[in-house]
């Protein structure tokens, strides 16, 4: 028997991983130590890519991340999540900071902004567990202003093979499912192209993979990347 589920189940199971980790998230290196090399180099690279002020949506934003970058670079920032806790930490942490950035309660799939409201959408590490790709990407197109920029950072983690994946960890696998992973279908890519895709499907242009070894920290774990659209 095939065991199904719907969007809002996955995203209830997705939701209460990241919110469970939320506290040790960053401690377990998932984010380049601030002020290190290694977060010099992302900031580098986002420099790069947009290196004039901007209005930016950051999506998922976890521990505000790209999103804390793109503030000390100077551009006004919002960046949404799901994960209360996530937002809790990115809110004291940008304080800290000194930084401001608009930290909202958000679904990433369809953002509740009014059309053509950002030169740039961002996001780190979420395509891999993005649900309704296609429908995710027309609402992101649909906030981006003429010619705006998508900027999606992610890599291949996982085996691309089937399941069952019992070498991962708990609490992983309870809450990524084989129900919850058939609602994302980027989770166990090994290449590009159905991105590549389903970004052309929804009518973006000038479509950019970039492999990123650079910006991993010789960790070693996947196959990190970037992929560059605009609306």
Do not use: C, K
């Not at 290694?38 to 999103?67: Q, S």
């Not at 994960?83 to 990115?90: F, G, H, T």
């Not at 279908?185 to 492999?211: N, Q």
Request: aromatic share 10%.
């Amino acid at each position: 028997m095939t065991t199904t589920t719907t969007a809002s189940e996955a995203q209830r199971n997705i939701t209460a991983f990241w919110s469970m980790v939320a506290p040790g998230y960053e401690a377990h290196h998932n984010v380049p130590e601030f002020d290190s090399p290694l977060h010099h180099a992302w900031v580098a690279a986002v420099r790069e890519l947009i290196p004039e002020p901007a209005d930016a949506l950051d999506l998922a934003t976890g521990t505000g991340f790209v999103a804390m970058i793109l503030a000390a670079l100077g551009h006004r920032v919002t960046a949404v999540d799901l994960s209360a806790d996530m937002l809790d930490l990115a809110t004291s942490t940008a304080g800290q900071r000194g930084l401001r950035i608009r930290f909202l309660s958000d679904d990433a799939v369809a953002p509740g902004f009014e059309p053509a409201s950002f030169d740039v959408v961002t996001n780190r590490h979420f395509l891999w567990t993005l649900r309704e790709p296609d429908r995710a990407l027309a609402n992101w197109r649909r906030l981006l202003r003429p010619g705006g920029l998508l900027i999606a950072f992610d890599g291949f983690w996982f085996d691309p093979e089937p399941g069952p994946h019992d070498h991962e960890p708990e609490p992983f696998r309870r809450h990524y499912t084989a129900a919850t992973r058939a609602e994302l279908p980027f989770m166990h890519l090994d290449r590009g192209d159905p991105i590549v895709a389903a970004m052309d499907r929804t009518g973006f242009s000038d479509i950019t993979l970039t492999t990123l070894e650079h910006l991993t920290g010789g960790s070693g774990q996947g196959v990190p990347y970037r992929i560059t659209a605009r609306a």
